[in-house]
Every structure is written in structure tokens, then in C-alpha cells.
């Protein structure tokens, strides 16, 4: 199924994945709830877009990308039919490093693949009986981690393009002075000077974006620069 339309006055998009392929009585039922919860979640503000299964849903996501830029998203997976492909599902988005707060709605709270589900990461799990309010309360909160973790994430990418910008002895110097190395330490541990570590102390503050030592480390502490500076 292709995506809706994207409404820019939405609270951010809502993916419902409905699980499903068991032929049981509770079917009918089960797809009657579905089409109310996803008309009381679109009067809440969300842009609603089904999906039948995880193949439905991964086929659609050569345009995540540009979709992740416009709106925070949030994964809803309807397993109410007992289908588990939820579960792969969750496995197959970390692998492809698109990262969504998942939700599951269903029914036995204290199965193994429950478990499984919040060990991987799942946001909460909403086990039968629920209300529409508590599926949007847990899908609000959900959409303000999404929101929290994309901003965390530009600044981080913004950070490591400010850091890609220094010299290989700017970069020593600049990890060296958030540890609370001073000019004449540096010098000694790089074999420099005082007066040329203060120099390139300036060009470090300058490419950074920050005006003070202070404003350095407030924006290097958020971020694993050691692991970063090990990788790169």
C-alpha cells in the first residue's frame, strides 16, 4: 500500500503494521477495532498509514528517508491476530538503521515474545483490554522520544562535521583541552610550545562554533568523542 498524503499540521506519522493470517472468529472483531483505533488516532492529530504485515511495510522503505526529514514517526504493530512477524520486523529495522519507537498491541502480556519485543527495544506494550486514550498517551510519548532522538542526532552530526573540519594536531589539541589539559601540559605532551597550542587553541574554538572553553565542553560532553576519535 503507498503512503498517504503527509498532513505538515500532523503530530508526525503513525505506522500501524497489522499483524495477521490466523482464521479464527475473533477475525471480523479484530478488523472492526482496527479501523476505529485508526480513525480515533487520525482525529488525534497523527497521519495514520497501514500496512498489511512487515513485507507490506518494508517494500515502502526506499522513501523513509525523505519522509524521517518532514515528520517525527512512530511504529505501531497490531499483533491481536497472533502474528509474531513483529518481532523479525523489529530485527530487520535495526539492521537497516531505521530507528522508530515500536509500540505492540496484544494480548498475552507474559509471553516469550513479549519479552523479546521490549528486549529489543519495543517502547511499552498494550495488552488487551485497552483504551484508545492509553494507545494515544503511549504513542504521544513515543513521538517525544522520536522528536528527542532526532534532535540529539543532528547535533551530533553537525558536531562530527565541525570535528572533520580540525587538523590532525587541531583534533589532539581540542580532546586534549576538554580533558582540562592548559596550554603548557599540551605543549609538553605534544612536544609544541605554549604560544602555538594557544594558537591552535583559537582555530579550535573558532571552527567548533563556540566562543569558550566552557561552550567547547558543553558541546563534546553530550557526544562519545573518544569512541568517535578511535573510529575516525
Known amino acids: 500500500m503507498p503512503f498517504a498524503k503527509i498532513s505538515y499540521a500532523s503530530k508526525g506519522n503513525l505506522y500501524i503494521v497489522h499483524g495477521g493470517g490466523v482464521d479464527d472468529s475473533s477475525q471480523h472483531l479484530v478488523s472492526t477495532s482496527r479501523k476505529s483505533l485508526r480513525h480515533a488516532l487520525q482525529a488525534h492529530g497523527f497521519n495514520v498509514m497501514s500496512f498489511q504485515g512487515r513485507e507490506d511495510f518494508l517494500s515502502e ?10 515528520l517525527p514517526a512512530v511504529l505501531l504493530f497490531d499483533t491481536r491476530l497472533h502474528d509474531w512477524d513483529g518481532i523479525a520486523l523489529q530485527h530487520a529495522l535495526s539492521q537497516l538503521e531505521h530507528v522508530f519507537p515500536v509500540i505492540f498491541l496484544g494480548g498475552n502480556k507474559g509471553s516469550r515474545e513479549i519479552v523479546t519485543a521490549m528486549n529489543q527495544g519495543a517502547i511499552d506494550f498494550l495488552a488487551e483490554p485497552f483504551t484508545v486514550q492509553e494507545v494515544c498517551a503511549v504513542v504521544e510519548r513515543a513521538m517525544a522520544l522520536n522528536i528527542e532522538n532526532s534532535a540529539r542526532e543532528l547535533r ?3 558536531l562530527k562535521v565541525r570535528l572533520k573540519s580540525l587538523t590532525v594536531r587541531e583534533r589532539e589539541i581540542c580532546f586534549l583541552m576538554v580533558r582540562g589539559y592548559g596550554n603548557i601540559e599540551i605543549a609538553t605532551l605534544n612536544g609544541s610550545t605554549a604560544g602555538t597550542v594557544k594558537i591552535h587553541r583559537s582555530r579550535v574554538l573558532s571552527k567548533m562554533g563556540v566562543d569558550t572553553l566552557a561552550g567547547l565542553i558543553s558541546k563534546m560532553t553530550a557526544f562519545d568523542y573518544m569512541h568517535w576519535h578511535m573510529v575516525n
Open 156 to 158: 551530533e552530526d553537525k
Open 61 to 70: 522503505l526506499q522513501f523513509f528517508s525523505e519522509l524521517k526529514l518532514l
